[in-house]
């Protein structure tokens, strides 16, 4: 009787150290896509992280485009894929000429922006995410990219 309450006391005081040691949950890093873009790109909050299939996500994106302003031609891009082609890419202006639109008057130096998807339904176990601000005239003039592997 001794030995079963002597270990009962060991098993509860082991359960009550296991639940006591802090849970740290993996946050989704993001990394510069390459030293060869111009501009530093981050993502400076990500929410919910990890990702829900299916679910709203929200991006909190910024930059300092001080020595490269962005004009109306460029666009912000987020892109979800498992290799390639793209499972899905989401794209939104940055600014406008005119100053009839939501969006601020161009040019933009000083970025910090938020951009809400709709996060895949079919999202994969492990993908890449893939933030970046490039000319929509001409594709091979990105300024800034950031991107960050899940799984």
């Not at 929200?58 to 020595?67: A, K, L, W």
Request: with cysteine; hydrophobic share 35%; glycine share 4%.
């Amino acid at each position: 009787m001794k030995q079963n309450l002597t270990f009962a006391v060991i098993l509860l005081a082991m359960l009550f150290m296991i639940n006591a040691i802090p849970l740290h949950k993996r946050k989704t890093e993001f990394l510069k896509c390459s030293d060869l873009f111009p501009a530093p790109l981050d993502v400076t909050a990500m929410t919910p992280d990890p990702i829900q299939a299916g679910k709203p996500v929200t991006f909190t994106i910024s930059g300092n485009f001080t020595e490269h302003p962005i004009t109306s031609d460029y666009h912000q891009d987020i892109t979800f894929s498992q290799g390639f082609p793209y499972a899905a890419e989401f794209s939104q202006d940055i600014c406008s000429d005119s100053s009839s639109r939501n969006i601020p008057k161009c040019p933009v130096t000083d970025y910090n922006k938020k951009m809400i998807i709709q996060a895949p339904a079919d999202l994969p176990d492990n993908y890449t995410i893939t933030v970046y601000v490039w000319n929509e005239n001409d594709g091979s003039d990105w300024l800034g990219c950031t991107q960050a592997s899940v799984g």
